[in-house]
């Protein structure tokens, strides 16, 4: 872990945590573990202040986030929670919401009954999220 934030983790999508752990919504015992919600120093979020975490850190994390046309393959790495205990990681609740139907991983998840498409979308209640990986990447790395 350096700053603070995993490297980017395969999360082979199997847990065998609980669905009540803290901090995560897991679908059965085989579902993909990520957090249900932002948390308070989300990178994702548009309301955290920037250089939480280094440049270096959002370059490595760029091969978790696809574009149409050029999605992660099934099995590429994820972006995990910076709370995810290392070794149990889970998928950042943010990173899901506007970049994980980009990876064909998170798709097969959703497709094998692992994970409910609607962690796909920010919820009701939510703090406002950047659009996209390279927004997030570049306001939260800027040395403003």
Sequence with gaps: MEDGVPAPSPLSGETSAPAESAGTQCVGRSGMAHRRRPCAECPWRRD???????????????????????EVEV????????????GAEEACAGWLAVAGREHLGVRLAVVQGRLDPAALAP?????A????YDAMAETQSSMA
């Design 48 to 70: 955290v202040a920037p250089n939480m975490f280094g440049r270096d850190r959002f370059e490595a994390l760029a091969a978790t986030s696809g574009s149409p046309g050029r």
């Design 75 to 86: 099995g590429g790495p994820m972006f995990a929670c910076h709370k995810s205990p290392e």
């Design 123 to 127: 919820r009701e209640g939510w703090p």
């Design 129 to 132: 999220l950047f659009d996209s």
